[in-house]
C-alpha cells in the first residue's frame, strides 16, 4: 500500500489548507489514520488522527485549527487546516495503521507535503 499526500503549499499567515492523503488500493482493515508534521531541526510530531470508529486526536498547539476527516470509500484522510500560524511550517506526512490484508499488518507513510506560512 502506498500513501499519495497532497494540498501543501505557501500561504499567509491566517489562511488555510485541506491536506489529502489517499491509498493506492483499499485497505483490509484499518486502526488509524493520522497526519505527522516536521519541521527543520525538531523530531516528527503528530499533528491529528483519526481512529476506525471516528475518534479523533489533535496535536495541543492545532486543536480547534485544525480538522481530520476521512472517507472510507475513497480510501483518503484529509486535514483541513485553518488560521495557520508561521509555526505550522512544517512537512507534513500521512500515516496508516492496520492490516493490508488478514495476515499483513500495516503501517504506512506517505512521502511528505510542505507546508509553509509566512507572516
Known amino acids: ?10 500561504v499567509q499567515a491566517g ?3 485541506r491536506l489529502s492523503c489517499v491509498a493506492s ?3 483490509f482493515s484499518i486502526n488509524a489514520m493520522g497526519w505527522y508534521r516536521q519541521a527543520p531541526g525538531k523530531q ?3 499533528v491529528a488522527a483519526i481512529t476506525s470508529g ?10 480547534g485549527r485544525f480538522t481530520i476527516s476521512r472517507d472510507n470509500a475513497k480510501n483518503t484522510v484529509y486535514l483541513q487546516m485553518n488560521s ?7 512537512v507534513y506526512y500521512c500515516n496508516v495503521v492496520g492490516y493490508s490484508d488478514p495476515w ?5 507513510w506517505g512521502q511528505g507535503t510542505q507546508v509553509t506560512v509566512s507572516s
Open 1 to 10: 500500500v502506498q500513501l499519495q499526500a497532497s494540498g501543501g503549499g505557501l
Open 104 to 108: 499483513n499488518a500495516l503501517d504506512a
Open 44 to 46: 516528527r510530531e503528530l
Open 25 to 27: 488500493e483499499t485497505i
Open 15 to 17: 489562511g488555510s489548507l
Open 54 to 63: 471516528g475518534s479523533t486526536n489533535y496535536a495541543d498547539s492545532v486543536k
Open 84 to 90: 495557520l500560524k508561521p509555526e505550522d511550517t512544517a
